[in-house]
């Protein structure tokens, strides 16, 4: 089983929709991080966060600790946001990675 | 924007030839990365440095060494590519804040290394 898990792996919504991308995670963790990949493109930090909740224009991430579980929230959802979302622990010094989740937006 | 930048962003090369990335960095962070991204994989740690001449090894480091002679430049060369090595590579940096040691992390733009 992995250390990191994403659900789902696969997402394909309509644009305007309200997207949810869930996180969970086995081991005890300093941070988390939400990443975004485009098509043939970089990658770019999202968020960090350790506790709470983080919000970023259309974008919100949650976290919670006890439940080892984070989700990452996209509002009013667009084309544009079509890319993989990539969820990332600290643990030990240790960056673990989760597999990614594929976001299509359609039109 | 963090100021990472990799090089040479493209490159194809031939079996059995030696292949230097290099990725630099002007944030002054002391965590560097290097990564393979293939289908079907994600991303694949290969080294790490957590400062000048220190380095470890990641999950993929099989025909891959690194070198970090300065805080701001991390290499990764593959003394004698093979196809298999044919991948995107990311470079990484991580600042460090806070009793955690943990920071946010920036990537470079990838190269893109294609061996015949």
């Known amino acids: 089983k992995n250390e990191v898990e994403q659900s789902p792996q696969n997402l394909t919504a309509q644009e305007g929709e309200f997207i949810t991308i869930n996180c969970s995670y086995s081991v005890g963790i300093s941070a988390l991080h939400w990443l975004q990949q485009h098509p043939g493109g970089g990658i770019v930090s999202l968020f960090m966060?350790?506790?709470?909740?983080k919000k970023h224009g259309r974008l919100i991430a949650t976290i919670n600790i006890q439940e080892k579980h984070s989700s990452l929230h996209i509002t009013a959802s667009h084309p544009r946001d079509s890319a993989v979302y990539i969820c990332a622990v600290h643990s030990n010094y240790q960056l673990i990675w989760g597999a990614g989740t594929k976001l299509i937006i359609k039109p | 924007d963090a100021g990472i930048t990799q090089s040479p962003r493209h490159k194809v090369t031939e079996t059995g030839t030696p292949v230097t990335l290099r990725c630099h960095q002007t944030?002054?962070?002391?965590?560097m990365y290097w990564y393979r991204q293939d289908p079907g994989h994600g991303l694949r740690l290969i080294h790490y440095?957590?400062?000048?001449?220190?380095?470890d090894k990641g999950e993929v480091s099989d025909g891959y060494s690194v070198s970090r002679s300065k805080t701001e430049d991390f290499l990764l060369t593959l003394e004698s590519a093979t196809s298999s090595q044919t991948s995107v590579y990311f470079c990484?940096?991580?600042?460090?804040?806070?009793?955690?040691?943990?920071?946010?992390?920036?990537f470079g733009e990838g190269s893109r290394l294609t061996v015949l």
């Open positions: 990484a940096i991580r600042g460090t804040g806070g009793i955690s040691n943990t920071g946010e992390l920036f």
């Open positions: 440095s957590y400062g000048v001449k220190d380095t």
């Open positions: 944030e002054n962070h002391r965590y």
């Open positions: 966060l350790s506790s709470g909740k």
